[in-house]
């Protein structure tokens, strides 16, 4: 594309660091060798760009470290009675029918809650999950920089070597 289309603006994509850091964790040999192949991948992309006059920026979506135990808020959600799930050749979550449910990614998850009288019940529930070290409420995330209307009424931040996952089954 960019020798023969000549865009203005490209955004390319590479999982190489992505799924093998997630899979095997940073320091294994197998994500030292994705770090490589990325290398061999994007040099002859970043070449032309450059020898063509292009600025090149170069940005990860966000850093992995290793873990060694999973948090399961939807699961502890669920066992509270506050999420909801339907059966649709098997379980699947009922967000719009669950008074609060998890969108977990790593070590943070936003956190829904439909109903405002069950904010406390939520975060009581939320708050005996062993590897959560914050619950960040309307002020915490104001500091955070993550007060956005869509951020969830709150925000899980895990402690280190800790995950959250989606599960609710």
Known sequence: ?????????????????????????????????AVRDLDRTLGPLM???RAAGATVVVFSEYGIENV??????????????????????????????SRAFAVADHQVAHVYVRDLADLARTREVLAKLDGVEAILDDAGKAREGLDHPRSGEFVLVSAPGTWFTYYYW
């Not at 960019?2 to 964790?25: A, E, I, K, N």
């Open 47 to 49: 070449d032309d760009a």
């Open 1 to 33: 594309i960019w020798r023969t289309q000549q865009p203005t603006f490209q955004s390319v994509y590479v999982p190489h660091l992505d799924y093998d850091f997630q899979r095997f964790g940073p320091d294994d040999p197998r994500s030292r060798q």
């Open 68 to 97: 060694t135990r999973a948090i399961h808020p939807n699961r502890a959600l669920r066992e509270a009675g506050l999420l909801v799930v339907r059966d649709e050749d098997g379980e699947l979550l009922d967000p719009i029918q």
